[in-house]
């Protein structure tokens, strides 16, 4: 396109413009020499650098062992107390038992086994027994419940292992001192001691061997064997005629 053609476009575009400032145009921004230049070549667009390489993966970590099982616990004695070996003493049985000794000849073995007390409440028949702790006890079912072997089926006589009482010793823990007289005339010998019992909560009636007694000295009053021993006063036996109960 020729100048003449260029300028009079620029001219109808922006005459008022061209008026205005009275010397070099803004068209002087968009034309070239009458020679017509050529235009300047393009620039090269610059090469695409390099995409990065990607970096490697870490490792996965290993997995933990899994654990060790607990290992069983071993069994319980049974009910009764060691499983072997017997026992030595009530302590080594549980709640419900005690630890019979063996008898043999009327001595107790320092071993035994361990046996169930009894679960009813001892009666109060009189059946007198010798324990293993030197205490007569009213009967065996009584001594079972207390958790005392019986190693004789009467009562425990003076001397030995029997468990001895006088006015001046008690007997241990709840026992009674049975101040047992042969007969009147020992109710003067105020030396002779006695010998310890475990009673019945109530004493039977009258009847062998729970028999008659006379406290010391000659009394008119008499007693039964068991209301005498938990007197704990001196008695005799004698016969039940002419006794006031």
Known sequence: MSRVTFLASWAFVGASTIAACGGASD??????????GTSGTSGASGTSGTSGTSGTSGTSGTSGTSGTSGTS???????GGPPS???TANAECNDASYCRFAVAGGNCAR?????????????????PVCGCDGITYWNAQIAAARGVTVKATEACGPGG???ACSEKIDCPNDARCGFFRQQQTDC???????TCWILPGTCPGLGS?????RQCPASAKCATLCEAIKAEAPFYLTPAAGCSF
């Not at 068209?27 to 017509?36: E, I, N």
């Not at 616990?73 to 009910?79: A, H, N, Y």
């Not at 003067?188 to 006695?194: E, I, M, S």
């Open 27 to 36: 068209t002087d921004l968009f034309t070239t020499d009458a020679a017509g």
């Open 188 to 194: 003067a010998n105020a030396n002779l001691g006695g």
């Open 161 to 163: 292992q029997t468990v």
């Open 73 to 79: 616990g071993t069994s319980g004695t049974p009910d």
């Open 111 to 127: 071993t035994g086994e361990c046996v169930p007390r009894p679960t009813a409440q001892p009666g109060n028949t009189a059946e």
């Open 209 to 213: 061997p729970n028999r008659a007694t």
């Open 85 to 87: 070996g017997g026992c």
